[in-house]
C-alpha cells in the first residue's frame, strides 16, 4: 500500500503506516496542483495543473528507477482542476475551458477530443460504460466510455456546480450551490 501525492514539483509516494518515503518522482515543473493521481493497469496518472503537461507513471517502473517512469506524456492542452478518469483501457480527461479526450492509457493515443459547453472544475465520474463531465453551471453531458466519441444525453440541473460527482449504489450525488441531488432510481415504499 502507498499513498501517493501529486505536490507542486513532484509526485511523492508514502508508506501510509510509517509516514516514510518511497519514492519521489522529482523535476515535474509547474508550482500548483489541484487534482490527484488516477491509478489503474499499473499505471499512474497525474497533471501538473498550470497546463502542464498529463504523465503517464509506471508504478513498478517509479519505484525501480523513477527517472525512466514516464511512460508518455501529453501536452496539448490539459487541465487545471479536474481530474483525469480510466474506464477499462481509455483514460478521459476534461479542460477547465471544456475540451474532453480520450486517451488510450497504456500508450497515450489520442482516440478523439471534443469541446463540450461550458467551464469545468469537476473531475469527470467513469460509471457503466459512460463519462459523466459536469459544468459549472449544472450542465451534465452523458458520453460513452469508447475510443469513439458518442454523446448519449445532455441533463440540466437548476443549479450551479463546482464539485466532482460521486456515486453510490446505483445513485449519482451532485452537489450544487443550493441543493444536494442524488439521480437514480426512485425508492418504492411499501404500502
Given at each position: 500500500k502507498q499513498l501517493v501525492v501529486m505536490g507542486g514539483n513532484q509526485l511523492d509516494a508514502y508508506d501510509p503506516t510509517t509516514g516514510r518515503q518511497r519514492w519521489r518522482l522529482?523535476?515535474?515543473?509547474?508550482?500548483r496542483t489541484v487534482t490527484g493521481p488516477t491509478y489503474g493497469n499499473g499505471m499512474l496518472y497525474v497533471t501538473r495543473g498550470m497546463r502542464g503537461a498529463l504523465l503517464a507513471i509506471d508504478l513498478d517502473q517509479v519505484q525501480k528507477s523513477p527517472d525512466d517512469a514516464i511512460a508518455w506524456k501529453y501536452d496539448q492542452g490539459t487541465p487545471d482542476t479536474p481530474c483525469p478518469v480510466l474506464w477499462n483501457e481509455l483514460l478521459f480527461t476534461v479542460t477547465d475551458d471544456g475540451i474532453a479526450r480520450a486517451f488510450e492509457a497504456t500508450t497515450g493515443k489520442l482516440h478523439w477530443?471534443?469541446?463540450?459547453?461550458g467551464d469545468y472544475k469537476a473531475s469527470?465520474?467513469?460509471?457503466?460504460?459512460?463519462?459523466?463531465?459536469?459544468?459549472?453551471?449544472?450542465?451534465?453531458?452523458?458520453?460513452?466510455?469508447?475510443a469513439k466519441f458518442d454523446k448519449l444525453a445532455e441533463n440540466q440541473l437548476p443549479d450551479s456546480t463546482l464539485a466532482s460527482p460521486a456515486v453510490s449504489q446505483g445513485h449519482i450525488y451532485l452537489r450544487g450551490r443550493k441543493a444536494l441531488y442524488s439521480i437514480g432510481p426512485r425508492e418504492r415504499t411499501a404500502d
Open positions: 522529482g523535476g515535474l515543473v509547474g508550482g477530443k471534443q469541446r463540450l459547453k469527470p465520474l467513469a460509471a457503466e460504460g459512460r463519462i459523466y463531465f459536469l459544468n459549472t453551471e449544472g450542465l451534465c453531458t452523458v458520453v460513452s466510455a469508447a
